[in-house]
């Protein structure tokens, strides 16, 4: 009896032994698992965007314990002051919450140190909550539920497309690149669209005023991404006129009947081989009248949508067209820079600047497939053509060029440089004074180049980039080249130009 009692008792002191060796082992495990989580996410980050993510916990820390700052960010952000759900830090933080405090008291209170939070302001002039339009309605600024939804705060990055989650309990998770989140998250990144008006670039710039703050001004880019004027060049509101007789009249004098000219002779100057002169016109102007992506669906979407401006950073390869490896909810809208280059006669370019936006769903058909509860992935079907309608120039060939340059590039940042470029382009000089009766007119003489030598020299120009940025490519498009190429019994096809990623169709729009 003694010896069975001993065995029991030895049998027992085992179990413990090992349960408790499981139990370390376990415990081991688990926090090994924790501090590889935390290394994973703390490598996402550099000097900068670690600011954000101080911000970012005294942030969801603010949105837990205020419904007036979660109701002000919703509101807000539908005001779409920037085209897009979008709040510009600087412009709420004075706005009283309960107990009379401020957002930026709030942020403060919670973030613990005055120094570190002048430091994120400073360093992070345009920092922008986003309030992003997840899939099948699981969140959005729209159906934001104040009461019962604090959102979870994410960091766009520009050193990953991976994308770090802030928990409400301060803990830190990663939604890698190729996945959406289906739960409540707003995100905290800088703002694309507007820019500080006190540097040497943005000074001069001419656009309309955001606000001024702390004696810094704040300005749009571009007016077209102005919320109050209800300015968006995208495909929902955009209206394209339909083609004019007179480029109807251009296509039949020439194309049609397979005579040797140019149809923006007769568009521009009213050139006939039986008219064989005539003044410039300021009825048309040169416009971009669409945009659509083309190529191969997922790197064309991942192209736009990366974050880091790294195009050596490894993407992962997609099969047929499953998905994209890159989302770019953290963005929100696209935004695209157009640069034209235009060369006048006297030797120096000129560059125009023009800008657009467009939602993922102006730019592609697609459809959302679960992952799993937590997050979605985009399967992507197709691309759409988006309507623009952006006007450029009056195209004069006594003061421009024959030939002009175009590209196009999707936005991450918007500080630029200035960069001189050079380029062997040809002018026309069939041009000269005409005299009929007691009446002079400068008339462009003869179809194309007319009798007279072209011109060719060197012109250069200063144009802008943007490090950071996606290029896209560019295109030439002649004075020459034929605005509408074929005529169907009931439709008119128009050229397009092709950059490998995108193509545009550049034609002339009646102006007056």
């Known amino acids: 009896m003694k010896r069975n009692s001993k065995m029991l008792m030895l049998s027992v002191l085992c179990l413990t032994v090992f349960s408790a060796c499981d139990e370390q082992s376990e415990n081991a495990s688990g926090q090994s698992n924790k501090e590889n989580a935390k290394l994973e996410v703390n490598n996402l980050y550099d000097s900068n965007s670690n600011l954000k993510r101080e911000f970012g916990k005294a942030l969801v820390k603010s949105l837990s314990e205020s419904k ?20 510009l830090y600087q412009m709420i933080k004075d706005e009283k919450l309960e107990n009379n405090l401020t957002v930026r008291q709030s942020i403060l209170q919670n973030l613990g140190n005055e120094d570190l939070l002048n430091k994120i302001e400073l360093n992070n002039p345009t920092l922008t909550i986003l309030v992003p339009e997840l899939p099948e309605n699981s969140f959005s600024a729209k159906l934001w539920d104040t009461q019962n939804q604090i959102p979870k705060v994410a960091i766009s990055l520009h050193t990953s497309n991976d994308v770090p989650i802030i928990n409400l309990d301060g803990s830190e998770e990663i939604i890698k690149a190729q996945y959406i989140p289906s739960f ?22 001419k656009t309309n005023s955001v606000a001024v703050i702390n004696g810094t001004s704040y300005k749009f880019l571009d007016d077209c991404f102005d919320g109050s004027k209800k300015i968006n060049n995208t495909a929902r509101i955009v209206v394209i006129p339909a083609l004019d007789p007179t480029v109807v009249t251009a296509f039949n004098t020439y194309t049609a009947l ?47 949508s990366d974050q880091t401006g790294d195009p050596n950073l490894p993407v992962k390869a997609i099969s047929g067209n499953i998905g994209a490896s890159i989302t770019s909810w953290t963005g929100g809208n696209y935004e695209f820079k157009i640069r034209i280059i235009v060369n006048g006669k006297n030797g120096v370019g000129s560059e125009i600047i023009k800008y657009f ?6 730019l592609f058909d697609f459809n959302y497939v679960m992952k799993h509860i937590t997050v979605y992935e985009r399967r992507l079907n197709g691309f759409k053509k988006m309507n623009l309608n952006i006007p450029i120039f009056n195209w004069d060939l006594d003061q421009y060029a024959s030939t002009i340059k175009i590209d196009i590039e999707e936005m991450d940042l918007t500080e630029t440089t200035v960069l001189t470029e050079s380029r062997a382009v040809e002018f026309a000089s069939n041009f000269g004074v005409e005299v009929s009766g007691s009446i002079q007119e ?40 034929n605005v509408i190429i074929s005529r169907q019994p009931n439709t008119y096809t128009t050229r397009e130009y092709s950059s490998g990623l995108y193509s545009i169709t550049v034609e002339p729009i009646r102006v007056q």
Request: hydrophobic share 30%.
């Open 442 to 481: 400068y008339v462009k003489i003869g179809l194309k180049y007319g009798t007279s030598q072209k011109v060719n020299t060197t012109s250069t120009v200063q144009r802008t980039f943007t490090q950071g940025n996606d290029l896209l490519g560019d295109v030439i498009v002649n004075f020459a080249d």
């Open 357 to 362: 936006n467009a939602r993922v769903q102006d």
């Open 68 to 87: 007036s700052l979660r109701d002000l960010i919703k509101n807000e952000s539908l005001k779409m002051f920037d085209n897009d759900y979008e709040v």
């Open 184 to 205: 409540p998250v707003i995100v905290l990144k800088d703002n694309e669209r507007i820019v500080i008006n006190n540097n040497s670039t943005n000074k001069n710039l």
């Open 258 to 304: 397979n005579v040797d000219g140019w149809q923006r002779d007769y568009i521009y100057y009213g050139i006939t081989p039986n008219t064989p002169k005539g003044p410039f016109k300021y009825d048309f102007q040169e416009t971009i009248k669409t945009f659509s992506l083309e190529g191969d669906l997922a790197s064309a979407h991942d192209k736009i």
